[in-house]
């Protein structure tokens, strides 16, 4: 995450350098700009594209909030959901317990492979000794 932030810094600073660069190299450039049926003449380079990346970055801050307040809301319902689900597990835990339901019978002991073996060895034995 804290990669993530310096690699977002950097670009930023990637292009702001770039935006000065530019107006160094076209100093007293003076452009035009249509907007919105207004016409602006006559203004400075520099104005325009400070107000550009202006306006870019109060976009991008509107769509980041927006999503991080959506993500927030989504966190709250699942921890609530994760909330009530701990609930549910918890009394069925102790369902049992709290109303005094006889427990299920263990389940009987699984008998060893080996004296399986043994009594197949010994029927064996026994069906040879008939012949």
Not at 66 to 80: D, I, M, T
């Amino acid at each position: 995450m804290r990669a993530l932030r310096i690699l977002v810094w950097l670009v930023l600073l990637a292009m702001m350098l770039a935006l000065v660069g530019f107006v160094v190299q076209n100093p007293g450039q003076a452009v035009d700009i249509h907007l919105f049926q207004r016409y602006y003449e006559g203004l400075p380079l520099v104005v325009a594209l400070f107000a550009a990346f202006l306006v870019g970055v109060i976009v991008a801050l509107v769509f980041g909030a927006y999503f991080l307040f959506e993500q927030s809301l989504a966190v709250r319902r699942l921890r609530l959901l994760n909330r009530e689900l701990d609930r549910e597990l918890d009394s069925l835990r102790n369902l049992a317990v709290e109303e005094g339901l006889p427990l299920p019978p263990a389940p009987p002991p699984a008998t060893p492979q080996i004296s399986l073996l043994q009594e197949l060895e010994d029927a064996r034995e026994r069906a040879e000794g008939l012949r």
